[in-house]
């Protein structure tokens, strides 16, 4: 059965790019859409530098008609300045906004934005009811468990979010205080899911790494769909693998060498024209590894990747890499 936000189809079992801050730009959407990805979020956006008008704030409202259906994600304490940034977010026409109540990171979470918020669940819910009540757009919220331990409160967090009016939960596997250290706790997400009060689509996050995880987790844990984060970091085609796997139970032939440096080398144009050519060399560098992983023999390639500063000079590498693999030099 076919999953919908609202009158958003997403197929029967949708995999989700999940926001992550210098990763879901418009290049690496672009990517990860071509290979698969049934929804995306844009990195998350700060309230109060959207509404201060700030420049990398108000950039990552860039949306493009190819990556519909798209949902845009904000964050922030204030319920007032979440709410001027719905309207500000609303009029750029995406197709969903996105609350973000799970971001661990301390300069986010210790002001009370993002997983800080857990700490105060009369204010996410008022909040969340302030979004929904201020757009006509659907709204969905992504989350974790809890703050920590002792208030994994998710369920009955998932039960008041339906009911102020959000349309679908990703819920990440882990408290606030585990950052991304241990392993998720899908029984959680799975007790959200099978919730006879439940009626919005539940997508799990969380550890995702492989096709055959995303199989497993798919049949034990009932979800609606899965969102993917770090695994998809330079390696964009996790989707149409998982894709093809959930299908017909077998592995699609990896990505070559050619098909790895073709993607980096978009991916890193792409940048280069979206951001710049410094912040793209510069945060490429985080995708390389990813791009190249499992390639024997590879360690001074990599090296020259991550710690140049000049573009020409990575496009060299890149193409040298080609060249090396078509002499069977570097072999997968």
């Given at each position: 059965?076919?999953?919908?936000?609202?009158?958003?189809?997403l197929?029967?079992f949708?995999?989700?790019?999940?926001?992550?801050?210098?990763?879901?730009?418009p290049?690496?959407?672009?990517?990860?859409k071509?290979n698969g990805?049934d929804?995306?979020?844009?990195?998350?956006?700060s309230?109060?530098?959207?509404?201060?008008?700030a420049?990398?704030?108000v950039q990552?409202?860039?949306?493009?008609?190819y990556?519909r259906?798209?949902?845009?994600?904000?964050?922030g304490?204030?319920?007032e300045?979440?709410?001027k940034?719905?309207?500000i977010v609303?009029?750029t026409n995406?197709?969903?906004?996105?609350?973000?109540y799970?971001?661990p990171v301390?300069?986010?979470?210790?002001k009370?934005a993002?997983?800080?918020i857990?700490?105060d669940?009369?204010?996410?819910?008022?909040?969340?009811?302030?979004?929904?009540?201020?757009?006509k757009?659907p709204?969905t919220v992504?989350?974790?468990?809890?703050?920590d331990e002792?208030t994994?409160?998710?369920?009955?967090?998932?039960?008041?979010?339906?009911d102020?009016g959000?349309?679908?939960?990703?819920v990440?596997?882990?408290?606030?205080?585990?950052?991304y250290?241990g392993?998720?706790?899908?029984?959680?997400?799975a007790?959200?899911?099978n919730?006879?009060?439940?009626?919005?689509?539940?997508?799990?996050?969380?550890?995702?790494d492989?096709?055959?995880?995303?199989?497993?987790y798919?049949?034990?844990y009932?979800?609606?769909?899965?969102?993917i984060g770090r695994?998809s970091?330079g390696?964009?085609?996790?989707?149409?693998?998982?894709k093809h796997?959930v299908?017909?139970?077998?592995?699609?032939?990896?990505?070559?060498?050619?098909?790895?440096?073709?993607?980096a080398?978009?991916h890193?144009?792409?940048?280069v024209?979206w951001?710049?050519e410094?912040?793209a060399?510069?945060?490429?560098?985080?995708?390389y590894?990813?791009?190249?992983?499992?390639?024997p023999?590879f360690?001074d390639?990599r090296?020259?990747?991550v710690?140049s500063?000049?573009?020409?000079?990575?496009r060299?590498?890149?193409?040298?890499?080609v060249w090396?693999?078509e002499?069977?030099?570097?072999?997968?």
């Amino acid at each position: 059965m076919s999953v919908k936000i609202r009158n958003i189809d997403l197929g029967d079992f949708p995999l989700l790019l999940a926001p992550m801050e210098d990763v879901s730009d418009p290049p690496f959407r672009a990517l990860c859409k071509e290979n698969g990805a049934d929804l995306m979020y844009t990195e998350f956006i700060s309230s109060e530098g959207l509404i201060r008008d700030a420049a990398k704030s108000v950039q990552k409202l860039d949306i493009y008609e190819y990556e519909r259906p798209i949902g845009i994600q904000i964050f922030g304490s204030d319920i007032e300045s979440m709410r001027k940034t719905t309207e500000i977010v609303e009029r750029t026409n995406p197709d969903i906004i996105d609350i973000n109540y799970g971001c661990p990171v301390k300069k986010v979470a210790c002001k009370g934005a993002g997983a800080g918020i857990l700490q105060d669940i009369p204010k996410m819910v008022e909040m969340t009811k302030e979004i929904v009540n201020t757009t006509k757009l659907p709204v969905t919220v992504k989350t974790r468990l809890g703050w920590d331990e002792n208030t994994k409160y998710i369920t009955e967090v998932a039960e008041r979010l339906q009911d102020v009016g959000i349309e679908a939960l990703s819920v990440h596997g882990r408290t606030r205080k585990q950052m991304y250290k241990g392993e998720a706790d899908w029984d959680l997400i799975a007790e959200i899911k099978n919730n006879p009060r439940i009626r919005i689509p539940i997508f799990g996050n969380g550890d995702i790494d492989s096709p055959e995880k995303a199989v497993a987790y798919k049949a034990k844990y009932n979800v609606d769909g899965i969102m993917i984060g770090r695994a998809s970091i330079g390696y964009p085609w996790i989707f149409n693998e998982i894709k093809h796997f959930v299908k017909t139970g077998e592995h699609l032939p990896p990505p070559s060498i050619a098909d790895r440096v073709h993607i980096a080398k978009r991916h890193l144009e792409m940048s280069v024209e979206w951001k710049g050519e410094i912040l793209a060399v510069n945060e490429m560098k985080r995708h390389y590894s990813n791009y190249f992983k499992g390639i024997p023999h590879f360690k001074d390639y990599r090296i020259k990747l991550v710690t140049s500063f000049d573009l020409n000079e990575v496009r060299d590498t890149l193409d040298e890499i080609v060249w090396n693999a078509e002499k069977g030099l570097i072999t997968l």
